[in-house]
């Protein structure tokens, strides 16, 4: 057998291994994630501080275990935005009153989704990755390949409506019972944070949609909480 054919086959197994592996590794930090999302959601509904502790700990449990598997998953945004999430849950724990702790959470919960929404677009370039791979591979060595940038199916966008629902709701019931000026400065907060994030030129389209509507979302909750001036 061909030497050259061994070496080849071998690139190639090594490849497929290690794709895999990040693959399932990626699988399993989404899942966590999702938990951890599960979890803050829950706290927010609970108007118990030591209950709302209770699944604030099951979501830091289960960020902590996820940080692993996301490293060797290799996506850096869902890192980042995981890391925000988790220093914002461990001070929900400690702050005293459930006003400043819902507002701690519902900005966990934001960089949560965050995270997931990174996730969906990593698993998205790594598929773009491999088509253009094998596209190159095809293709007549005096031949380009001619690779298109393609826009999230419907089915992306759904995923984020349907997260940023749970969002909307959370939001709702903080500007609802939150204190005026700390929820407004929280909104305001979060509104400039994804206008800062739209100005960025590497961001995925499913990225700027989940941005775009996140502002639209909060811009909205913020007509709600008016001046404050009765405070």
């Known amino acids: 057998?061909?030497?050259?054919?061994?070496?080849?086959?071998?690139f190639f197994s090594i490849i497929l291994f290690s794709?895999?592996?990040?693959?399932?590794?990626?699988?399993?930090?989404?899942?966590n994630i999702d938990f951890a999302k599960n979890q803050t959601e829950k706290a927010l509904d609970i108007a118990d501080i030591n209950i709302v502790r209770y699944h604030t700990y099951k979501a830091i449990n289960a960020i902590e275990k996820t940080q692993e598997k996301?490293?060797?998953?290799?996506?850096?945004?869902?890192?980042?935005?995981?890391?925000?999430?988790?220093?914002?849950?461990?001070?929900?724990?400690?702050?005293?009153?459930?006003?400043?702790?819902r507002i701690l959470l519902l900005r966990s919960l934001e960089d949560i989704m965050g995270s997931l929404n990174a996730l969906e677009d990593h698993h998205l370039h790594e598929n773009k990755e491999k088509?253009?791979?094998?596209?190159?591979?095809?293709?007549?060595?005096?031949?380009?390949?001619?690779?298109?940038?393609?826009?999230?199916?419907?089915?992306i966008y759904n995923k984020?409506?349907?997260?940023?629902?749970?969002?909307?709701?959370?939001?709702?019931?903080?500007?609802?019972t939150v204190n005026c000026k700390e929820a407004k400065a929280f909104v305001v907060d979060i509104i400039d944070q994804c206008q800062n994030e739209l100005l960025r030129d590497d961001l995925s389209e499913g990225k700027k949609y989940?941005?775009?509507?996140?502002k639209e979302i909060t811009t909205k909750a913020l007509t709600k909480i008016g001046t404050c001036e009765t405070e």
């Open 1 to 10: 057998m061909n030497k050259s054919y061994i070496v080849l086959c071998c």
């Open 19 to 31: 794709s895999f592996k990040t693959g399932s590794e990626c699988q399993y930090a989404g899942a």
């Open 70 to 101: 996301l490293a060797v998953c290799g996506c850096e945004y869902a890192i980042q935005d995981l890391k925000k999430s988790l220093a914002n849950l461990k001070l929900a724990t400690k702050a005293t009153d459930l006003d400043s702790t």
């Open 131 to 155: 088509n253009d791979l094998i596209a190159i591979n095809t293709t007549g060595t005096n031949n380009e390949a001619t690779l298109i940038k393609r826009k999230p199916t419907p089915t």
């Open 160 to 176: 984020i409506d349907s997260s940023l629902a749970k969002y909307k709701n959370s939001l709702n019931k903080v500007v609802e």
């Open 210 to 214: 989940y941005y775009l509507r996140t």
